[in-house]
Structures are given as C-alpha cells and as structure tokens.
C-alpha cells in the first residue's frame, strides 16, 4: 500500500471526527473496534469498504461530499486510485462481494475522471467475476486482457494488475507470459517486483495443481530460490511451500505430508489470517 502521499483516508476520517468533536469511540459506534480504528486514522490499517461506507453512514457524512474532499487534498487522483484497489483486493481474498458492490458506489460517488472511474468500474467487475464466474463474458474477459497488455513492458502496475487475473488466462498461457517476467526481472533487488513475482508464481503453482500438470512446476521454483525471506515476502514464502507440498503429496502419494500443510495452514491462522486459512483448507479438501 502506498503511503505518505498528501492525504490519506485515515487522516481525512480523523479531520471529521475532530470536526463532529466526538471521541473515537464515538465516532465509530460498533463499526470497528477502536484500536483498529486508530491505526486507520494513523494511516497504519487499510479500512474496508464495507467499514467506511458504514462509518460515513453512521457519522451522516456523504460519500461524495468526503471523496471530493479527499480529491482536493490529496491533489491528484493516484492516492484514491491505490486505495480502491487495496480495498478490491482485501475483498476479493476475504470473498467479500458485498464489500465489491460497496466499492463500486465509491467509484460512482468519487470524483475521478471518467477514464479512471471506467477503469477502476472493470476491475471491480473483473474480481466479481473470479468470485461468481456466472457474472463472467468473453466480453469482459477480452476486455481485462487487453487492459492488460496496453501497458508497455512489464511495469510494476501491469504485473499488479496480470496478478490479480491470471485466472482468465489458460495455464500455458500464464506460464509463457511468467517466463517472460522471470526473464525480464531475473536480476532485480526490487522488493515490491519480488513480491509480485511470488504472488505470480504462487498462482502458477494453484493453478497446475487444478489442472493435475506438474511437469514446468520445478522451472519456476528454480527461478525464485534467490530471492532471500524478509517480513515483506514471509506471506509468499509460505504459501508457495504451501502449494508446493500439495504437488510433492500428490507426486508421491504420501498422505501423511498434509500434516505440514496443516502446520503452514496453523501459522497463517495464528497470524489472524482466519478467512484466507479457511480457504487453504477448501483448497486441501477439493483437490484429495
């Protein structure tokens, strides 16, 4: 998440908390907890949007009214562009389509450029689309890949934006378009393209096991084994040896392997990942 650029959510929700002169917890009722809270206006914790419609709602504040304020101070339309797509992102891993839905009247409500507004529209409608793929259509689909690949190279916003849907491409479509990544960053020190890179071959990884096809798995594990472990990419780290225990298990046939991936599935849960461990666990039950 972006932060320090002019002005963030958090500090404007806390300029009309000072303007109502209520306390914290009065401003935001039983919303949220209130040490959740003060990390928002501190600009510390991402606040969903399902919380933020809800703490506009209970304080009467309009939602355009604040976004335009948030346009003014914030100069420029990168600061509210970041947030929404934190904010589909947190839902989409939450599987919180209600909270999509609520984006998308924030979207309605900002004051975003047309451009902007259209686009940010597509990409909630692209992860709707992963969460219910009856609301899917070649149209879109068509329509996100081209998105995709009007990006020049293989910048930081266009491997954000293939991470987030890799799943409307085939598989050896992915691993071609990954290759050419992995061959185009192979040398970087840059933690936030490593991150990607992970997320990326984290998905590569899911989707051969989906698809039962193990045979190119071994070529990108290879090609991320230098990329050291820091706090910044411990998430990834687990979740690709997470994945890559299920493809040893089903490899060898050796059940009594899925202990490790419970182990891995106990650390996120302890770390108060409690939705994302839940789906790790679907993902163990539909694939033995």
Do not use: W
Not at 275 to 286: Q, T, V
């Amino acid at each position: 998440m972006q932060r320090g650029i002019n002005m963030m959510i958090g500090s404007l929700l806390k300029e009309y908390r000072l303007k109502q002169n209520k306390s914290q917890r009065k401003f935001i009722g039983s919303i949220v907890t209130q040490s959740y809270y003060s990390k928002v206006e501190k600009n510390i914790s991402q606040i969903t949007a399902d919380n933020l419609m809800g703490l506009l709602q209970y304080n009467n504040i309009s939602v355009q009214e604040f976004f335009n304020n948030f346009s003014q101070k914030s100069d420029n339309s990168y600061c509210q562009t970041k947030e929404l797509e934190n904010m589909m992102i947190e839902a989409y891993y939450t599987n919180n389509i209600e909270q999509i839905h609520n984006i998308k009247k924030i979207i309605h409500e900002s004051t975003l450029s047309e451009y902007d507004k259209n686009y940010q529209t597509l990409m909630t409608n692209g992860f709707l689309a992963l969460m219910n793929p009856k609301l899917n259509s070649e149209k879109l689909t068509s329509t996100i890949k081209n998105k995709i690949f009007d990006i020049p190279s293989y910048t930081q916003d266009k491997l954000m934006l293939y991470c987030d849907f890799m799943r409307f491409y085939s598989l050896s479509d992915n691993e071609i378009i990954t290759r050419n990544i992995l061959k185009q960053y192979q040398s970087t020190n840059d933690s936030n393209i490593q991150e990607l890179i992970l997320a990326i071959v984290c998905n590569i990884l899911i989707f051969s096991i989906e698809n039962d096809k193990f045979e190119n798995v071994s070529y990108f594990l290879n090609k991320i084994q230098n990329i050291k472990t820091t706090p910044q990419l411990l998430f990834y780290k687990i979740d690709i040896e997470f994945f890559k225990n299920i493809i040893e298990i089903k490899n060898s046939n050796d059940a009594k392997k899925i202990n490790k991936c419970k182990n891995f599935i106990k650390t996120l849960q302890d770390a108060g990942m409690k939705e994302y461990s839940n789906e790790l666990k679907k993902f163990i039950k539909d694939n033995f």
